[in-house]
C-alpha cells in the first residue's frame, strides 16, 4: 500500500470514528425526545448506547488524537484545521456523555428537607400534596415541587422512598 | 428499595411522555408510572408501591397537623417558575400517543385509575366532581370514589362492612357549617373523608383504603390497555 492510500485510509478512520461517538451520544438524544413518541426498541437502544457512552466515547476520543498526531505531519495548513476541527464533535460527545441533560432543565433536590406541618407558610390551602405515612410519620409532598423536581428521596417511617410525579 | 438494597433515582429520560429514572447503583432504567425496571441489570423487577393520597394541603393539614412538609429548594428557584401555571402549561401539550377512535375522553382528560384483583378502571375526574359518591365494583370489589369537602381531594374505599356492602351518601348539610360527612344507608353512621366511622353504629370503623392512580387519560390507558372507563353522562 502506498503512503498516499494509507493516509487516505487514516482519515477516513478518523472521520468514521468522530462520526460514530456522536453517533453514538446523539441517537438517544434524538430518540429520546420529550415531545416525540417512542417505541419499546427506540428506548432499548438508547439504554444500551447511554450504558457505554461514558467508555466508548473517551476511547473513541483518545483514537481520533492518535489518528490526528499521526496525520499531522506532513500536512498542508488547511488539513491541519480540519483535524482540529474534526476532534470538536470527540470532544463534545466525550463531555456530553458525562452529563445528564435531563437533570439541567428538572434541577434534582440535592438533600431533602422538611417542616412541620403547622409551621408551613411555603404551600396554599388549595394547593394539591402527595401525602404518604409509614409507621406514623406522615408527609407532604407538594405536587408543584414534585412536577418540577419528578423525584424525591426520602425515609418515611424507616422506610426508604421515592416520591415521582 | 429493592431486595433490600438502597437505590438512589434520577430523572435520566422519558418514554411516551411517561419519565423514566435510572438508579445510580446498577444504571436500571425504571418507569415512573409503573414502578418496573425496564432495562438494566434489575430489568424486571418493580419497586413496591407506597400507598398515597392526593390531597389539598388544607385537608392534609387537618387530618395529619403533626405531618412534616418537603421543603422548597433553596439552591433554585428554577422550580417556581415552572411550577406557577405547570398544570395549565401541561394541558396544553401535544400527546404523542394514538388515540383509539372509540376513545370517549380527551387525550388529556384527568382520570383517577383503579387496580384491583387483576381490573382497572378509570373514573374521570370529571364524573367524580360532577357525581361523587360514586358507587361502583372492581375485580369483584364494592367500591366507592368520593370528592372531600375541598373539591379537590379524592378518596376510594371498599364499601364492605362485616361483609356487607353498604350504600353511601354524603350528607346535604355538608359544607353548611358542620363537618363533611358521609352516612351509609344501612345503619346510618356516620362517617369522615379518611373513611372512618365517627358516629351510629359502625361508629370507630374504617373503611379499606383503595389506592388511586392520578393520570391522564392517555398514560392510563397505555400502561392499563384492559381497562374500563367509568361512563357518566357530562351534560
Known sequence: ?165 | MSDGRRLKFHLTGINNQNFIMADEETGTWWQQVSGEAIHGPLKGRRLNGVFHDELTFATWRRERPQGRVLRPSEDNDAWRKFSERWEEQTAKLPVVTQAAAQDTLAPRAVVMGVNLNGASKAYPLEAVERQSPLVDKVGGVPLLVVLGEDKKSVRAFETTVDGRALEFYVKADAGGGGAWRMFDGETRSEWDFTGRAVAGALAGRQLKKIPLLKDYWFDWKLYNPQTLVYAFNAP
Open chain 1, 1 to 165: 500500500m502506498n503512503t498516499k492510500t494509507k493516509r487516505h485510509l487514516l482519515w477516513l478512520a478518523l472521520v468514521a470514528i468522530v462520526v460514530a461517538a456522536f453517533a453514538w451520544v446523539f441517537v438517544p438524544v434524538w430518540t429520546i425526545q420529550p415531545f416525540k413518541a417512542q417505541t419499546p426498541g427506540g428506548v432499548s437502544l438508547s439504554y444500551t448506547l447511554r450504558s457505554w457512552s461514558t467508555l466508548v466515547t473517551p476511547v473513541a476520543l483518545a483514537l481520533a488524537a492518535l489518528l490526528v498526531v499521526v496525520l499531522w505531519r506532513g500536512t498542508r495548513w488547511w488539513m491541519k484545521v480540519a483535524l482540529v476541527l474534526l476532534l470538536v464533535p470527540a470532544v463534545a460527545a466525550t463531555w456530553f456523555a458525562q452529563q445528564n441533560h435531563f437533570e439541567w432543565m428538572f434541577k434534582p433536590l440535592a438533600q431533602s428537607a422538611y417542616v412541620a406541618a403547622d409551621k408551613v407558610d411555603f404551600v396554599g390551602d388549595d394547593e394539591m400534596v402527595l401525602a404518604v405515612e409509614v409507621n406514623g410519620d406522615a408527609v407532604a409532598y407538594p405536587v408543584r415541587q414534585l412536577a418540577y423536581h419528578h423525584v424525591v428521596e426520602d425515609t418515611v417511617g424507616g422506610l426508604p422512598v421515592v416520591s415521582t410525579y
